[in-house]
């Protein structure tokens, strides 16, 4: 039979993971409720943030049976008169002080001046990160401190959207809807009364949607953190939730900052398709609550997000004010599949290479199939040269070669697209899916 009052509690859990008294409080309802691996887990959670915490260490001395035998083997003083220590002299030696098992005799070193004088405070070097209830006891999982650190990468980009070869629609595009804006926002607040919102890049696999979001935050001169869903999931009830948010508010301290959201789908899905799962509802919940605050608490913080399958985001967060601006990021066209292949091929020994041809036959290829074709060139170059005994250098024949194993790895994410722009594009959202699908012959 369920627990009502347990139910409650974990629904305040979820919606304030911060809180570790409500959490410590859920601890000793699972604990009671017979639920000891719970218990053991939220207790280590709220030691993990307050080790101090006398109720969570309740919670594992009364698992652990830790209480009881320590009242049991406690001696039981008179009320008339104090207790002395009970202890043990070494090697039943000596008349001097009795300690009680534990306790340490005075030292006549003064640490604590000694510290001031050094001034040198180290922070512990490791703090919980996981805690789990294993058949040999709690097993930790340990991370380097600081515990103050974005849970995503944080880096200072220096790419350009003029170092992205071709794709000049797609960088137009970004240029009209979001960052000519941000460039120039006294003229843009004549036309739109708060300028934010989020951008959504999606397209197929593997064509830069990433390497563009690393040049809008060089364009706008901001940090870049990039966050996926690794760095957010947590198995502890609430805590995901709480790394979205504490992901946003140093986001929002590091300003001015790109927070980048990759594979968006996977964080903020349909809720519809969560198959009941409340843990997950809480998610995208609590990444709608950070995005609201676009435009208002979060100046000077630009959300970016990407993903494959646009189709699969929740609708919530593609309305206005969230990610309202939806921007395909397409297979790379000639102009882009010819900066791919010189860069790729330029650091190599090469020797009589098509670039036009190789340009033409290379049609619906993405970026990291451009690549895997020169890396399959340079191995049959390398085999080659390896049984010569000399460097051999990639010619037209490796590269044909290669292209006969070397395919499109798009046809797949083309065919589910073909799909929604057969039956989903009602309102016009996915036109230019339609005009890449024509120009691909897909449709």
Excluded at 35 to 54: C, I, N
Excluded at 288 to 294: A, K, N, S, Y
Excluded at 327 to 355: Q, Y
Aim: hydrophobic share 40%; proline share 7%; with cysteine.
């Amino acid at each position: 039979m369920s627990d009502p009052l347990l139910n409650s509690l974990a629904a305040a859990v979820a919606s304030s993971p911060e809180d570790v008294e409500l959490r410590a409080l859920y601890a000793d309802r699972l604990a009671r409720a017979g639920r000891t691996d719970d218990a053991v887990g939220q207790a280590m959670v709220v030691l993990a943030r307050s080790p101090e915490h006398a109720g969570a260490q309740a919670v594992l001395d009364r698992i652990t049976g830790r209480d009881e035998s320590s009242s049991a083997s406690a001696p039981v003083y008179s009320t008339e008169s104090p207790p002395k220590p009970i202890g043990y002299q070494p090697h039943g030696q000596g008349d001097g002080p009795i300690y009680a098992p534990g306790e340490e005799p005075p030292s006549s070193v003064d640490w604590k001046r000694l510290e001031a004088e050094v001034g040198s405070t180290i922070k512990p070097p490791f703090i919980v990160h996981d805690a789990e209830e294993t058949d040999e006891g709690v097993k930790l999982t340990l991370s380097e401190a600081d515990d103050d650190s974005v849970p995503g990468l944080v880096t200072q980009e220096a790419l350009k959207l003029s170092d992205v070869g071709g794709l000049d629609a797609v960088k137009k595009r970004i240029y009209e809807t979001y960052l000519d804006p941000i460039a120039h926002p006294e003229i843009a607040k004549a036309f739109k009364p708060q300028l934010g919102g989020g951008l959504l890049l999606y397209g197929p696999p593997g064509c830069g949607k990433t390497y563009l979001a690393r040049a809008i935050a060089g364009e706008l001169g901001a940090s870049f953190i990039s966050v996926t869903l690794a760095d957010v999931l947590s198995k502890w009830l609430g805590e995901s939730e709480g790394n979205i948010h504490k992901t946003f508010e140093e986001a929002r301290q590091k300003a001015p900052a790109v927070l980048f959201l990759d594979e968006i789908d996977a964080v903020g899905g349909k809720r519809s398709n969560s198959g009941g799962s409340q843990s997950f509802r809480n998610l995208v919940n609590q990444l709608l609550m950070e995005m609201d605050g676009i435009g208002s608490d979060n100046d000077g913080l630009f959300v970016l997000a990407a993903t494959n399958m646009p189709w699969d985001v929740d609708p919530a967060l593609l309305r206005p004010g969230r990610f309202d601006r939806v921007v395909l990021v397409s297979p790379p066209d000639e102009p882009a599949r010819e900066t791919i292949l010189k860069l790729h091929l330029g650091k190599r020994p090469v020797e009589g290479i098509e670039i036009t041809k190789l340009v033409k036959v290379t049609e619906g290829f993405s970026g990291a199939d451009l690549k895997h074709l020169c890396d399959t060139a340079a191995d049959k170059a390398l085999a080659a040269s390896i049984k010569r005994g000399e460097v051999m250098p990639i010619t037209m024949r490796e590269l044909n070669e290669a292209l006969k194993e070397v395919k499109s790895s798009i046809g797949p994410w083309l065919d589910s697209a073909r799909n929604v722009a057969n039956y989903a594009n009602n309102d016009g959202r996915y036109d230019d899916l339609v005009d890449l699908l024509k120009r691909l012959k897909r449709l």
